[in-house]
């Protein structure tokens, strides 16, 4: 039994890196490493650490308990923190500035909850960093713009037609609605006395 209490207590602290293990950078630009932690019986004295394929300490935070942001112990020059731990999510993700090729690797967030009998978890990311982005990429997006374009196209085409189609219809039909407006205009217009007059009229003048 008590083992089994040790294996909860264990499996209570959970720390993720979102959805995706990946991400892809631009070389030279910056870029977000995600973090965040869980944990059901919450933290006190919590450290939490980033490493470069796996031995190399890169940011290194203590965060007292959930009413503290986190503290600093030690960073790369190069990596910010930029998470918050008093609000929603314990978020502890950090941003790498200018990366280089060399940056390419894996990423692991450490997290280490003395509350939790020392619990520990991590999670890790793995980072690409690339020259531009991937050209395949851009031939399959041409490929969608093309159908999707000749498809729109052709939609555009057949609405087109069936509005010339519609307009000679209409033009058509307006052509008859005119003969019949006229008639009645004169019919309406005149009170239908001065009409049937006008039609008295108009045997003489024809």
Not at 108 to 118: A, G, R, S
Not at 171 to 197: H, R, W, Y
Request: aromatic share 8%.
């Amino acid at each position: 039994l008590p083992a089994l209490h040790i294996l909860a207590i264990a499996f209570a602290l959970e720390v993720s890196v979102g959805k995706t293990n990946t991400v892809t950078a631009l070389n030279n630009s910056n870029v977000l490493l995600p973090c965040s932690f869980t944990t059901c019986i919450g933290f006190t004295d919590l450290v939490f650490k980033w490493y470069f394929n796996t031995t190399e300490l890169i940011y290194h935070g203590k965060i007292k308990n959930k009413a503290s942001e986190p503290v600093l112990v030690w960073r790369n020059p190069r990596v910010e923190f930029v998470g918050s731990t008093t609000k929603k999510d314990n978020n502890i993700s950090i941003v790498l500035s200018s990366v280089e090729f060399s940056d390419a690797g894996k990423y692991t967030c450490h997290v280490k909850n003395p509350k939790e009998k020392n619990a520990q978890h991590n999670a890790t990311i793995f980072l690409t960093v690339v020259h531009q982005m991937v050209k395949t990429d851009n031939t399959v997006t041409l490929i969608i713009v093309g159908v999707v374009g000749g498809l729109i196209g052709l939609l555009i085409l057949f609405m087109l037609i069936k509005r010339m189609v519609l307009f000679i219809i209409k033009k058509t039909q307006d052509g008859k609605k005119e003969c019949l407006v006229s008639s009645s205009g004169n019919d309406n217009t005149e009170n239908g006395l001065a009409g049937s007059k006008a039609e008295q009229k108009a045997p003489p003048k024809a």
